[in-house]
């Protein structure tokens, strides 16, 4: 491609895809300190969208969020609580109530499953509290990486690792910051180049930004705080 050709495609006065690919760790830190830093000002209230008064409640949340919107999950989780508030109550559910009340959420057969083994996990082994470490969360039923990271990141104020779920993903392949498709992959790029003590507010502000503005199927580029830091824009 000829010098410059990319800029005469609409691009905006910024990083190329080019310039993207053979930057250095350094400036790609800094790159990225800058779109943290922009992202912050545009998004200053962004905070995980699940509602929840407490971790357990967190993480049950964040278990049905799985192949579901955070909106219905909101849309679900009152009546749950009301009816299980505790680990103890949840252990103690039938799995055929649980699947009633998840079912809107979709999988509801086996997210109950994991509800119903959840409570009982942290009433036998966890005097039923939510444990705040990695190695404990990832042992209970239903957990993965992803929903430990959330938990800690939002329930405890823990930096252990950075939530990749599907705008961060998006997001982070769009702004040139990884070319990793695995999102455990994609977390460990993200870790070195986000300062730890930001890990948790990184993701919140990616999954803002790409709600409201770097949207999967019509980013608004033109809108966009950081597009001259993406090398992916088209204004
Ligand atoms: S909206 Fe456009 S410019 Fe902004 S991050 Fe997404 S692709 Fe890049």
Sequence with gaps: MAPGAERRRGRPPGITPGQARRESARARRLRTGEILAR???EHPDA???LDHRDAFELLVATILSAQCTDKRVNEVTPALFRRFPTPRDLAGASLAELEELVR???F???KA?????LGQALVTEHGSKVPASMEELRQLPGVGRKTANVVLGNAFGQNVGVVVDTHVQRLSRRLGL???TDPEKIERHLMDLVPQRDWTLWSNLLIAHGRKVCQARRP???SCAV?????????
């Design 39 to 41: 992202l912050r000002r």
């Design 47 to 49: 905070h995980t969208a």
């Design 104 to 106: 809107t959420t979709g």
């Design 108 to 110: 509801y057969h086996n």
């Design 113 to 117: 499953r994991a509800l119903l083994g």
């Design 178 to 180: 990884t070319a990793e």
């Design 220 to 222: 608004l580029c033109g």
């Design 227 to 235: 597009a001259d830091l993406c090398p992916s824009a088209e204004i």
